[in-house]
């Protein structure tokens, strides 16, 4: 693992009150980095537990960070030589209710923070959280049973918006909005496309799970671990092999027992939920597991180079 050649040691994290960016505080601040975190949240403090002394000396707070106004995103970033940032909607909106004026909102976000980092010349590299859900959504794909999907794929805008898929429509829109600003202005960016984040507040009101039956029955119903998923984060923001977009799950619903597991956490009040519904056509219904249709071996390969170099670091360090 070759570490990327940050010109500070400042990383910055927003949505930082989020349950995400709570754990990217923690992992920052162990790994040594002074750390902006950067909240809409006015609470932000409750978040963060067990830090020591010196850590909390590396850790700034920014708080009611409004993601319409340009100038609180840089002073958030300002000195950072990288941003790891997930949208959270504003206060004021459900961010349970997905719908299309919150596909705006999180578009509007994306532009201010990527435009707010390219006129920050220390930022160096950006992390951005998209979703599964930025790729899975493609009708053409979908009915291919002998396509798999990764990276190179994207939903497809007309059929999200036709279907109400709302977030999904969201995550896709902001995360093209990101690519074309950063390519335009030079900015070096990763995303992480994430699973289903498996939380403790996990319910069936999640916006990710609308249409949770057709991945299930099509093989690309993904979740994560919070660990897991800020481990991607520190990754691909260490590693300067780190390009493009990476896919990040630990973990595919493929089996009955698997989805009904699931169903059970999203909503505890159902003692028999049933089974998630396979698609009409084709013989999924048929198959006690259903393939798998989606890979993510290109951020497996970059995370088993990060495990070796953090092995290499331990051992040197013992000698």
């Known amino acids: 693992m070759a570490p990327w050649p940050c010109s500070t040691n400042k990383v910055c994290v927003m949505d930082a ?6 754990v990217l505080v923690k992992w920052s601040l162990r790994r040594g980095y002074i750390v902006h975190a950067a909240s809409q949240n006015k609470d932000i403090t409750l978040r963060f537990i067990e830090l020591t002394d010196e850590e909390s000396r590396r850790l700034k707070i920014f708080k009611s960070v409004d993601l319409f106004d340009y100038q609180t995103i840089l002073e958030a970033v300002k000195g950072c030589s990288g941003l790891f940032y997930s949208f ?44 599964v859900t930025a790729i899975v959504w493609n009708e053409s794909e979908l009915a291919s049973p002998s396509s798999v999907l990764d990276e190179n794929n994207w939903s497809d805008p007309n059929y999200c918006r036709k279907s ?3 977030y999904a429509l969201a995550k896709t829109s902001a995360e093209k ?24 507040d996990l319910a069936v009101t999640d916006p990710y799970v609308k249409g949770a039956a057709e991945m299930y029955g099509y093989g690309v119903f993904v979740t994560v671990d919070l660990e897991f998923l ?18 990040c799950f630990n973990k595919s619903i493929l089996q009955h027992e698997d989805a009904v597991k699931l169903s059970q956490t999203l909503d505890p009040s159902d003692p028999c939920p049933s ?9 999924y219904g048929r198959r006690e597991i ?3 249709r989606i890979r993510n071996r290109k951020l497996e390969e970059l995370m088993e180079d990060f495990d070796r170099g953090i092995e290499m670091q331990s ?5």
């Not at 051992?315 to 000698?319: E, H, M, R, S, T």
């Open 275 to 283: 089974q998630p519904s396979p698609p009409a056509h084709g013989d």
């Open 17 to 22: 009150a989020s349950q995400l960016g709570s």
């Open 290 to 292: 259903i393939k798998q």
């Open 230 to 247: 800020a481990k991607a984060h520190i990754c691909t923001y260490e590693d300067v092999a780190a390009f493009g977009r990476y896919l």
């Open 164 to 166: 109400k898929l709302w």
């Open 88 to 131: 959270e909607p504003p206060h004021e909106l459900d961010r349970r209710s997905y719908d299309e004026y919150m596909v705006d909102v999180e578009v509007r976000a994306a532009h201010n923070v990527l435009e707010a980092c390219a006129q920050t010349e220390t930022i160096d590299k950006v992390i951005f959280t998209s979703s």
């Open 177 to 200: 909005t990101a690519w074309a600003l950063a390519m335009d202005r030079n900015v070096t960016m990763v995303t992480i496309n994430a699973g289903l984040l498996l939380t403790p």
């Open 315 to 319: 051992l040197d360090q013992n000698i």
